[in-house]
């Protein structure tokens, strides 16, 4: 069942237009960071790899999301045996794999550094998990595109501000255990490699410690996402007002 809601969920984000909205950003990135001078380009990959997974999957789910209710693909959806749990790992899934397959290509095609395929692998999914569960979160009652823009940019300023402590800037510890910090550790560790892009290196326990991190935070928002789609999906599934976008 859940493979049949990806290939239709791929299908029908491609034919809205947003395999091609990722590639003119990924084409945009590759042209970014070729302009960097090689010693500040790494710093900005990881940077750059960080908001590819994170806020492209965070704000595009929000407009698949709506999408699907205006045109009422919701109603159908949940009258049919398809379960919410599968709808929901759909829409990851499908996101997670093209931030996945977007972002090894920016890497492997702008730095000239030894990269662990496994540890940017594991980064990749583990901060496109938590930020697509997000996206959801905010979009499943947002009125309209505007209502869910806002709450976007809101909510993603939070998420950033622990970027300020992991360039140093500021000196908060409590930042050190929030998903954007622990994002950035684990992409900065997969970049350092050693040996080879195909490398696999027994990780310290900080780099364990946030892999656990963001592991959990990304659970704690996908469970958010299915209680929030509980209650304002399930409960008004012969709901057919159309929205504004």
Not at 25 to 39: D, G, N, Q, W
Request: hydrophobic share 55%; charged share 10%; aromatic share 18%.
């Amino acid at each position: 069942m859940i493979g049949k809601l990806i290939k239709q969920d791929v299908r029908f984000q491609f034919r809205h237009g947003f395999y091609y909205v990722y590639a003119f950003v990924t084409a945009i990135y590759i042209t970014v960071l070729l302009l960097i001078p090689m010693e500040f380009r790494s710093l900005w990959g990881i940077f750059i790899v960080f908001t590819d997974p994170g806020t492209l999957g965070f704000f595009f789910v929000g407009a698949i999301v709506m999408l699907e209710r205006n045109q009422q693909l919701l109603t159908y959806l949940f009258i049919t045996p398809v379960k919410l749990k599968s709808y929901l790992w759909s829409k990851i899934v499908s996101l997670t794999l093209i931030a996945w397959l977007t972002s090894l290509f920016i890497v492997y095609s702008t730095l000239d550094t030894t990269v662990s395929v496994t540890f940017l692998s594991i980064a990749i999914l583990l901060c496109s998990f938590f930020f697509t569960s997000c996206g959801l979160v905010i979009a499943v009652d947002s009125p309209s595109m505007n209502h869910f823009m806002f709450r976007a940019i809101v909510s993603m300023i939070m998420f950033y501000i622990p970027v300020l402590n992991y360039l140093d800037w500021i000196s908060f510890r409590l930042f050190e255990i929030m998903p954007s910090y622990s994002a950035l550790i684990l992409l900065e560790y997969a970049m350092g490699r050693e040996g080879g892009i195909f490398s696999i290196h027994i990780p310290s326990s900080s780099v364990m410690i946030h892999v656990g991190l963001l592991t959990l935070w990304g659970l704690i928002a996908y469970r958010i996402a299915y209680i929030r789609f509980s209650k304002y999906i399930l409960s008004n599934t012969g709901e057919v007002r159309e929205m504004s976008v």
